[in-house]
Structure formats: C-alpha cells, structure tokens
C-alpha cells in the first residue's frame, strides 16, 4: 500500500458552474485509525446535484464546505483497517468520505443531529448487486426517490404523477415508483434520446422533452387529468408552469432545483404561482433522505433489492475513471449531459469483497450488473 | 316591504385596489321564490381579502365574478319567504347571496362541488352571539383560522405559532388558538396600535410592528426558538423573510397573500426562499375554508362557541352601516386600515329572530354583545 492519500480540497467557492480553479489536488500521508476509528479505501464517489450547493458558501441541510477542506460526497469505499466495534477489514461500506482516496471514518456521517451511521452493505453484497448501487439505486439519490414519492407523497392507484429531471438518478427511480404504485407516470427531460430511454426503459407512460416543447401544452397534453403529484428535481420555471397544472389535494415533492445551482449567487427564482397550493389545497413539502436512514434504510434497501430482481426497477450507472476528473465530470450535472447516476470510481475493487453463497450468486440479478459493465465501458 | 332590491354589481375589473367605477348600483325588483328556493333578506355582508382576487379576471379556487353580476359576498341574511324544505321564514341563514338587499337562494352556496349549504345559524342564536359573529369568528374568517391552523398544522404545545395579518378576522383568531393549543403566539401587524391590541386583547406573546421593525431582526428576537408554525396571509416579502425562520418540520399555513391582491396584474411576488422547505423538511400547505363545511362545520362552530364564552377566543367587528358604502370601505383591507372583520349592515335585524329560552339568554356571553355595540357606533 502507497502511503500518499491524494485528496480534493475544495479552495474557493465556484461562481456559476464549477471550474478547475475550485479545487485544489492534495498528496497527504494515509492516516491511521484510532480507537473507535476505522481506515476506509474509497471505491467509488457519487457526484450529485446538491454538490453545488455544498460548496457555495450558504448554509443548507449541511454547513457549506470550508475552503481548504476535502470536497465532500457520498462514497462506496472497503474498509482496510478497523479500530471500530462494528465494521471489519473487508466490509464494504457506504459513507460520506469525500472526495479523496482514503479516508479515516468513525462511522458517523454527517446529519445535523450526526444521527446518520455508516452503511455495512452486507445486503447489496448479498444480492449479488454491483457495490457502485449503493450510490445510486440502493443509495441517497435512489432512495430520495423513495422518500420523496413515497414517504411524502403517498402515490395512490391511478394518480398522475408528473417528474421533472426524470432522466437523472433519482427522478428516473421515482417515475419507476410511481408505476409500482399504479399511476401514471409522466416524465420531464432535456433530449428526444432521453425521453426515449424515459418510455422504453424506465416505463414512464410519457416523456416531454422541454427544450423543444411548449411545457405548459406539453403538460396539459400528457397529464389529461392534471398532476397530483409533482416530484421536482429543476426548481424555477419547471416548477412554476407544473404548479398550475396541480390537481385539488396535490402534492408537490422538493427534491432539489437544478435550474438554480449555478445561479446562486444571483439569488433563488421563486414560484410565483405558490398561490395554486391554496386555490388547490394542495401542499408543497421539502425532505431530506438521510432523516430517514435513521429508522427506515434497511426497509427501504429490501424493497429496492425486491423491485430490482423482480426486474420493476431499472437504473444506469454512468461510471468515470479516475478521481482527478471528478471537478470535471460534475458540471454534466449541470448541463444535463449525463444519462444516470454520475459516479467516479477511485479505486480498484477488491478482488472478492465477500463470498457469496452459491444460492444467492445464482439467484443474483443479471441486469444490473450488464449495465454496470455496460457503464463502466464508456 | 318596498319592491326594490338594490344591488351593487362589477362593471369593470379593477386595476390596483378597489375603485367606485368598478362598481354600479342597480335597482331590480325584488324576485320570488320558487319551489325548492327562498328568499331573503340580507342583513350583514363579509368584506374580505379575496373579495379583490374574485374580482379580477382571474380563476383562483372559484371563477370570477362576471362583468356586470352582482358581486359576490358571504352574507348574514333573514329568510323571508320559503318554498324550501330545510328553511323557514324567520330563519338566520349564512349564505353567499352577495352585495344586494334581497336575494333568492336554493340553498346551496359556491363551491367547485356545489357541496356547500346555506348554514341555519340555530347554534349563534341560541348561544347569544350577535349573528353578525356568522360572517366573523364564526364566519368564514374565523373558521379560517381554525382550519387553517388546527386542522392544516397540527399545532403543539410548547411550538411557535408566527402569523402575519395578526390583527384582521383571521389572524387574530389564528393567534389565540396557538395559545388555546399552547403555543407561543407572535403577531405581525402594521401598527403600533395593532401590535398593542395583540398583546392586551388577543393574548399574543409579542408582536411585531413591520412599518417600523427590521421583520428579519424582530422574527430572531420574538421566536428565539424559530418558528414551527407560520400561518401566512400576507405573501410577498413576508413570506419570504418568515421562510428564513422556520424549524425542522414547520408548517407553512397558506391563508391568503393580501400583500399582492391588488397587483395581481403585475403578476405574483414567488417565495425566494422555497429552498428552506427542503433544507427543514417543511411544508407549505393551502386550503380552503368552504371543504372543511362540510364535514366540520357544526363541530368547529360548537368549539369557537365554546372558547369565546370561556373568555378564550376575543374578536372585533368593525361594522359599517349602508351598503353603498362596501365599494369604497372595502380599500381599508388593503390599505391595512381596518382593525377586526370588516362587515357591512345592510338591513336592520328583525326585531326578535328567534326566541331564546330564558336560560340560553341568561347565559348569552356578554363580552361578544358589548363589543359587537361599540363596534357598531364607529
């Protein structure tokens, strides 16, 4: 093992969309764990919307990163070295360490109460998943899904529910969900390609490209019967035409607002159609999905697993080589250029992280792991 | 009686707040009822905030009122005639039978489902209450706050209850429920005056002056602890500044946006600050005081009645005399000039409605009569 920890240290917050003068490349010894501590070997970096906003200087859900500190995200990454009761050398964990190789971890990650613990993916291991899902379908922008349609929206039989950013991580799985749960799904995107993939992939029973479409037609057009749900990962104008669309008794799901990442320093559009809630008696609701990790992530990781294998829940994992190009790739998010789960792979994975039993090897589900390889060929 | 029924109806869709050549007065004779109809004759008409969004051309949760119809108007009204089986002469209805002196119902009032009945106001009348309390605190603005606080954000003691509005029908009854349910109640009004009315009469823990106090400062300082319930009936900037404030898990209460109805051709001022409902897992929640009727509305008169004669709940009419005078005394709910629930006295009450039995008039709250005198000497 090399000893030098190459790391990103985010140096200054960006204006607009990321550039290279954000970061700044570090080479730092490999730290050692101490007791109740654990060494981690990072696998593989999610890359997420909301990354723009950690690193802006505004506080959020989360304080903004300091300047000089290691970028912060979600991680896939095997524990080399334990000095920690509950995990082992060889576990594969999912944790919040960074944008960097190694990192020293007490199996807290970061919540307002530090309630959130390290994930041991025993289960996705077990499944015969790839790990890489445990940021993705099986991770925080798969199960924002989750808890924004179903925990907070309860999608009843025959509802319409209205995504938009449906081509991304999260709104691909919550247009899935909401075909789970009987209604109609109907999905917003930025290419004919991509509300191609919406239909023919992910099930959605409409896509509506809105870079070439009326929105507001295009709405009204797919959703004849007006949207009960709206799952909104764009913010702006997206949202304001969708509020006037909602039905009596909608509910509108703040998962995020990509339009306005970029823009933060220029200030935050607000929904000036904010009115229809009353008109509609409707309720528009914010959550954050690592609340529910606490009491609901091992309910939430089987339903996922279930769906998966029942072949109901597919995902893309869009996998770049190589941490150096992370302050790159992430702008994808940005410009919408990226098809599925943006994810940067750090390092190797061990050769067999755990043996799984026969059984559940054969019972493995095969597609996912044919898109991930698919991914990982790009 | 006279046969003539005067009327005021919209002529032209106002521009800024409300103007006398919005209106004309007309002379129509007075109608007869039909079977399955009644007649009556008006005796209070509601003055209200959203009387100005009904008269603009836009649809909002009813349509507007078409050029040249008499304008719409809850109503404390006398039957005078019947050939319906539910009413009878000499029955104090609250309907919706508009700016005029006489009109035929059938009924049932405005709502999208035509659900909403005619109230035989038999429960005012045997607690004593002045029946102009059926379009104040027991009226839809009063009941607006009960639904809209109790029913819509499930207050808890110990919880922070901000309201904007505070002094008008609705949010000063909003106020004293939060400290019904044991909750700290803070108050935003436009005057000292107001903001001293909150304190001593209506129980407020603190009230904010937003003419001459810094809101961000003063919300800081009034609610050390956030602000778990912000029940909103202004919009604009207010909004805007309480979203800033809000806990984990508060809940926006969606009344009204009084701050923007006479500019709604400008369009509407969005929430900047939206973003916090996702950042505290919060909800933004509207809702409409006519749904609740339904199911609701025997048990949440019979509680109002309850806390006013327990000394609970304290209310104001201001009530002006005259109907020709609702075209230019309707401005003083925009201009913030009005203290209490703007009414307006169309006709005299009958002489003895209907009998109390001696103990229900021994037991009359004395409070509610007073003040309902003093307001009618303004």
């Not at 994930?119 to 499944?127: C, H, Q, R, T």
């Amino acid at each position: 093992m090399p000893n030098a920890n190459h790391q990103i240290a985010l140096v200054q917050n960006p204006a607009g969309k990321f550039s290279g003068s954000d970061f700044k490349l570090k080479k730092t010894p490999i730290p050692k764990p101490k007791k109740g501590q654990f060494l981690v070997r990072n696998l593989y970096l999610s890359l997420d919307p909301a990354n723009r906003l950690w690193a802006s200087p505004y506080a959020s859900y989360t304080p903004p990163v300091g300047l000089g500190e290691v970028m912060r995200g979600f991680t896939v990454s095997e524990v080399i070295e334990s000095k920690h009761p509950k995990f082992k050398a060889g576990d594969i964990v999912q944790g919040m360490d960074g944008w960097q190789e190694y990192a020293i971890s007490d199996g807290v990650n970061y919540n307002e109460e530090g309630k959130v613990d390290t994930w041991n993916m025993k289960a996705v291991v077990k499944a015969g998943l790839p790990i890489s899902a445990g940021l993705s379908v099986l991770g925080t922008t798969g199960l924002a899904a989750y808890v924004g349609l179903l925990t907070t929206c309860h999608p009843k039989r025959g509802e319409t529910v209205l995504v938009s950013g449906a081509a991304g991580a999260t709104g691909s799985i919550a247009g899935q969900l909401a075909k789970i749960k009987g209604c109609r799904a109907v999905g917003i995107a930025g290419s004919d390609e991509k509300c191609k993939i919406l239909r023919k992939e992910f099930g959605f029973d409409a896509a509506i490209n809105y870079k070439t479409q009326d929105l507001d037609k295009a709405i009204a057009k797919t959703c004849p019967k007006g949207v009960d749900i709206y799952f909104d990962n764009v913010g702006g104008d997206m949202l304001n035409i969708a509020l006037t669309h909602i039905n009596d008794h909608a509910r509108v799901s703040i998962c995020g607002a990509i339009s306005q990442y970029t823009t933060l320093e220029k200030g935050i559009q607000g929904p000036s159609n904010y009115g229809y809630l009353l008109f509609k008696r409707a309720r528009m609701e914010g959550f954050i999905v690592l609340d529910h990790y606490i009491k609901d992530r091992d309910k939430m990781v089987a339903d996922m697993i279930r769906w998966i294998k029942a072949g109901k829940i597919h995902y893309r994992d869009e996998i770049v080589n190589g941490l150096a190009k992370a302050p790159k790739v992430i702008n994808r998010l940005y410009d919408g250029r990226n098809m599925g789960k943006l994810t940067v792979k750090i390092g190797e994975e061990p050769a067999a992280p755990v043996k799984p039993k026969r059984k559940a090897a054969k019972k493995s589900a095969k597609k996912p792991k044919r898109k991930a390889a698919k991914a990982k060929r790009r």
